[in-house]
T-cell receptor
Framework: DAKTTQPNSMESNEEEPVHLPCNHS???????IHWYRQLPSQGPEYVIH???SNVNNRMASLAIAEDRKSSTLILHRATLRDAAVYYC????????????FGKGTKLTVNP | DAMVIQNPRYQVTQFGKPVTLSCSQT?????MYWYQQKSSQAPKLLFH???????NEADTPDNFQSRRPNTSFCFLDIRSPGLGDAAMYLC?????????????FGPGTRLTVT
């Protein structure tokens, strides 16, 4: 099974950019990279996903390394509301795989 | 507008007393999932329904069952709750099973077993 490695925790200051790394050295060519986050006392929330090219949406950007062995979730301007646990998950393209959550990165945003 | 609704948000039950948690969705999605999340742990999938087809994860205890009477509703039944079943139970939906589709989660029901 392809797996991901994320730092246990990171800190950021409000209104500054945040770069959350994820290593997935055993990724296969058909694996999508998904990011979810879970705010305190809430259910997880989809953030973004991508395959090869960098992706942008209203919440974040996803930068994928050329060899696809790592990726970075970018929050362009952190707010206190972005304090959450961020999960990086691999899912096979076209497969019926389910989300398997790892430990994720706990992001603290300082005012 | 709530898309995945879970009731109740907090549930207290007694050891061994059956309990049912409910989930409803307004997205008309084909797939509904139930996850268990214990304190300080990541969510863990228990089972899912693809339309009316039930799919149980291999390590989900027999004590946990589910029903999906129609597209909008799904129930989690715990036949004889033990102290170890105290957790947050999360319902989620997705349009289809394939990896391109994101999942939408409800706020969860926190179950306490006394």
């Amino acid at each position: 099974d392809a797996k991901t490695t994320q730092p246990n925790s990171m800190e950021s200051n409000e209104e500054e950019p945040v770069h959350l790394p994820c290593n997935h050295s055993t990724i296969s060519g058909t694996d999508y990279i998904h990011w979810y986050r879970q705010l305190p006392s809430q259910g997880p929330e989809y953030v973004i996903h991508g395959l090869t090219s960098n992706v942008n949406n209203r919440m974040a950007s996803l930068a994928i390394a050329e060899d696809r062995k790592s990726s970075t979730l970018i929050l362009h301007r952190a707010t206190l509301r972005d304090a959450a646990v961020y999960y990086c998950i691999l899912l096979s393209q076209g497969g019926s795989e389910k989300l398997v959550f790892g430990k994720g990165t706990k992001l603290t945003v300082n005012p | 507008d709530a898309m995945v609704i879970q009731n109740p948000r907090y549930q207290v039950t007694q050891f061994g007393k059956p309990v049912t948690l409910s989930c409803s969705q307004t997205l008309n999605h084909n797939v509904m999932y139930w996850y268990q999340q214990k304190s300080s742990q990541a969510p863990k999938l228990l089972f899912h329904y693809y339309d009316k087809d039930f799919n149980n994860e291999a390590d989900t205890p027999d004590n946990f069952q589910s029903r999906r009477p129609n597209t909008s509703f799904c129930f989690l039944d715990i036949r004889s709750p033990g102290l170890g079943d105290a957790a947050m139970y999360l319902c989620a939906t997705s349009r289809d099973l394939y990896s391109a589709y994101e999942q939408y989660f409800g706020p969860g029901t926190r179950l306490t077993v006394t």
